[in-house]
T-cell receptor
Framework: KNQVEQSPQSLIILEGKNCTLQ??????????LRWYKQDTGRGPVSLTI?????NTKSNGRYTATLDADTKQSSLHITASQLSDSASYICVVSLTTDSWGKLQFGAGTQVVVTP | DTEVTQTPKHLVMGMTNKKSLKCEQHMGHRAMYWYKQKAKKPPELMFV???????INESVPSRFSPECPNSSLLNLHLHALQPEDSALYLCASSQARASSPYTDTQYFGPGTRLTVL
């Protein structure tokens, strides 16, 4: 069973608009949570990383939030651009596993239209 | 240099062929990974190398054979693959610290798109 659930599966937004992606996880104990952006046919690129003590982290127009109590994270994209069209993947890292194996969400496919 | 490079970008092979995928990084990372990603699915971990030693093999079939000749290079040797092995193969690297080797950010390469006929 996937321990990292993302919603929505896909999203279409107009250029210039904002959007928010959700990530719920059941991974425990939790080390850190990352958001990656993956363009079609390319490798994922890290956007933000947060430990359990951090509530928010920004990277340009991307802002991630984390609520470790409710095990929820969100990624907010401000003033979307056509280049934001990609899959956004939530990735959670374990602590008990000695190799800190990553748990990947299935991703949210974002399409930005002119 | 924060780049992980992979070659080739695309590979088409028959089920009887032998081919290799290559991955290289010059960030001084001592942990390197191979992932397999099918369309619209998250990456699946295949192998992990730490300090040039195989640390994790996620029950991958023996037709996939990893090799880490030095700290900068990672190869994946392919032999007698099946059509269902067609996927995007991603290489990644991260710093490997003694206390917590894999909680550092993994840097991914662009991937090799493999098609098995």
């Amino acid at each position: 069973k996937n321990q990292v659930e993302q919603s929505p599966q896909s999203l279409i937004i107009l250029e210039g608009k904002n959007c928010t992606l959700q990530c719920n996880y059941t991974v425990s104990p939790f080390s850190n949570l990352r958001w990656y952006k993956q363009d079609t046919g390319r490798g994922p690129v890290s956007l933000t990383i947060m430990t359990f003590s951090e509530n928010t982290k920004s990277n340009g127009r991307y802002t991630a939030t984390l609520d470790a109590d409710t095990k929820q994270s969100s990624l907010h994209i401000t003033a979307s651009q056509l280049s934001d069209s990609a899959s956004y993947i939530c990735v959670v890292s374990l602590t008990t596993d000695s190799w800190g194996k990553l748990q990947f969400g299935a991703g949210t496919q974002v399409v930005v239209t002119p | 240099d924060t780049e992980v490079t992979q070659t080739p970008k695309h590979l088409v092979m028959g089920m009887t062929n032998k081919k290799s995928l290559k991955c290289e990084q010059h960030m001084g990372h001592r942990a390197m990974y191979w992932y397999k990603q099918k369309a619209k699915k998250p990456p699946e971990l295949m192998f992990v190398y730490s300090y040039e030693k195989l640390s994790i093999n996620e029950s991958v079939p023996s037709r996939f054979s990893p090799e880490c000749p030095n700290s900068s290079l990672l190869n994946l040797h392919l032999h007698a693959l099946q059509p269902e092995d067609s996927a995007l193969y991603l290489c990644a690297s991260s710093q490997a610290r003694a206390s917590s080797p894999y909680t550092d950010t993994q840097y991914f390469g662009p991937g090799t798109r493999l098609t098995v006929l």
